[in-house]
């Protein structure tokens, strides 16, 4: 695989994070090189290839491939549900216009395989609730989301038309320790932890009944890899895909918290993020993606739990 030079755009995110340490371990320090339009301050980005740029400017997009020629491109920048929703201009710049400018720089370089992410974020209040199916309706009622939706529609009409290799899941909501949340309407079941840990208490933006799938840090990243690493034959479609781990509400999260930390309280407040939880599935169906390439994810609740904590706890001692 050290033939292969990769590209993250937005890569010190959350997700970019620990993708770009993966990818790293997989192909090398050197031909793994990270983006972001910020010059990130840990000294984890000055182990391998940094570049700073905005991906709005589509002449430094052009001329980032062209110095490094890439042969894959994971492109990760993009402003989440509730970032954008304060912003939707810029939601709407960042999330289309960044999209529209990596293909087109993709197919003038002949890049072999772009990764780009969906979201929960397009499915919308006429949309099954339970067991989310991978075709159902879908009716998205934020930026975030509509420009998710669009953006799957893209993917799908550049690989059918262009012949680009796209592959997209639909993630979750996403837990992790190495990184901060990224203004997300899931990010909750981050901070939640740190509170535990810090202050033994937590205020939930969130109803103790909002059931919203979730997925941990290392299967986000697995499910990653396992569809960019798949035969481009098993990859059947071209939108994204459902991707699921488990669902919880904040009551059963800070129930599970207390078997670690039995003082552990939270409480709750109104928040506009609920009406954008309101709107998601409760629970997603992932079969294609089980079936067709093989994912499967490795932890449950109760495992990710545990290993939050664990890995958390050492940053509070």
């Known amino acids: 695989m050290s033939s292969e030079k990769i590209l993250i755009i937005g890569a010190c995110g959350q997700v970019g994070t620990e993708l770009t340490e993966a990818l790293r371990s997989i192909y090398g320090i050197n031909n793994v090189i990270a983006s972001d ?11 391998g290839p940094f570049e700073q740029m905005d991906v709005l400017e589509q002449q430094k997009v052009k001329d980032l491939l062209n110095k490094h020629k890439p042969t894959q491109i994971y492109h990760l920048a993009a402003l989440l549900s509730a970032s954008a929703e304060k ?17 087109d720089a993709a197919l003038t370089m002949g890049v072999k395989r772009v990764f ?24 998205p009622n934020t930026v975030y989301g509509i420009t998710k939706q669009t953006g799957e529609r893209l993917c799908e009409y550049y690989q059918k038309h262009f012949g680009l290799d796209v592959r997209s899941i639909r993630y979750p909501g996403l837990i992790g320790y190495k990184a901060d949340a990224g203004g997300g309407t899931t990010d909750y079941a981050v901070e939640i932890f740190h509170e535990a840990l810090k202050h033994g208490k937590y205020e939930c933006y969130l109803s103790e009944n909002t059931s919203l799938p979730m997925l941990y840090m290392p299967d986000a990243i697995k499910a990653t890899l396992d569809i960019t690493h798949a035969p481009a034959e098993k990859v059947l479609i071209r939108s994204s895909y459902n991707i699921a781990g488990f669902s ?18 939270i409480t709750y407040r109104k928040d506009p993020r609920q009406a954008f939880a309101d709107s998601w599935p409760k629970s997603i169906s992932d079969t294609e993606a089980r079936t067709q390439w093989g994912w499967k994810n490795d932890y449950d609740l109760d495992a990710m739990v ?12």
Not at 37 to 47: D, L
Not at 248 to 265: D, Q, V
Request: charged fraction near 20%; glycine fraction near 4%.
């Open 37 to 47: 339009i910020k010059q990130p301050n840990s000294p984890f980005w000055k182990e």
């Open 116 to 139: 780009w992410p969906s979201s929960i974020a397009v499915f919308g209040p006429h949309t099954p609730r339970e067991n989310t199916p991978q075709h159902c309706t879908m009716d």
């Open 306 to 317: 545990e290993d939050m904590l664990k890995n958390l706890k050492p940053r509070y001692a």
């Open 248 to 265: 919880f509400t904040p009551a059963i999260l800070a129930e599970k918290i207390r078997k670690h930390i039995p003082s552990f309280e």
């Open 87 to 103: 912003n939707p201009s810029l939601g709407w710049r960042l999330n289309m216009d960044g999209l529209f400018y990596v293909f």
